[in-house]
């Protein structure tokens, strides 16, 4: 449901409107929660780019070039994955790879390994701590910029974090941006590179190409 609009009753209560399609009964304990935007929030916004409101608060979904994005859910960007391997340093590195053809789309790692293609640098290790991403690497190649340095904060550096697990192989989705509670770490650099690629949950959306990639287009025979 949608919330429709809050008027005060008085000094401490509120009324609450919802588009629910009919009326429902409340108690006390009666808790109304946050969910992410709905798709199309930012249609009445000018313009290919900006927001309902502020575009520093931190609360808006908005749209760059016309994309809707930050709609207070992990992004799920299909055609990136990452494997975990053995890093030069002794600990879990994570190659990235990106798909070009979406004909060649795949759950197996070998096929991925096989026909998407690796990029340049891997993403950094935090040892199942999250992290503010210090250092970006950018393979121009595959339109990809890649979380590589940790040393910043909430204010510095790229000012948004990134999150790895610890263990030593294993496949992880590129989850972009961040969730409702995510707080500082969330953000347009964002990445939490924990999940699984069969994990689901109410606060994962599907995500465009972070490079525009689709199949090849052939017309109707």
């Not at 340095?149 to 989850?175: K, N, V």
């Not at 707080?183 to 990445?191: E, K, R």
Request: net charge negative; hydrophobic share 40%; charged share 15%.
């Amino acid at each position: 449901m949608k919330i429709l609009k809050i008027e005060d009753v008085d000094d401490v209560n509120a009324a609450i409107y919802v588009d629910a399609p009919e009326a429902f009964d409340t108690t006390l304990t009666t808790c109304i929660s946050t969910m992410p935007w709905h798709s199309g929030s930012t249609d009445e916004v000018a313009g290919s780019d900006g927001s309902l409101g502020n575009n520093t608060r931190g609360i808006y979904a908005f749209k760059i070039q016309g994309i809707e994005t930050g709609v207070g859910a992990y992004e799920v960007l299909g055609n990136v994955v990452m494997d975990i391997v053995a890093g030069a340093d002794g600990n879990p590195a994570r190659d990235v790879y990106v798909c070009q053809d979406a004909s060649t789309l795949s759950s197996n790692i070998a096929t991925v390994r096989t026909s998407y293609r690796k990029a340049k640098a891997q993403v950094a290790y935090t040892a199942a701590n999250w992290r503010y991403i210090s250092e970006e690497t950018t393979d121009t190649d595959l339109g990809i910029m890649i979380p590589t340095g940790t040393g910043a904060g909430s204010t510095t550096g790229f000012a948004d974090g990134l999150y790895t697990d610890t263990e030593t192989s294993g496949q992880r989705e590129w989850l972009a941006l961040g969730v409702l509670s995510s707080g500082a770490v969330a953000g347009l650099w964002g990445l939490f590179a924990y999940a699984g690629w069969s994990y689901a949950y109410w606060h994962l959306v599907s995500g465009v190409s972070p490079n525009g990639t689709r199949g090849e287009w052939q017309a109707a025979a």
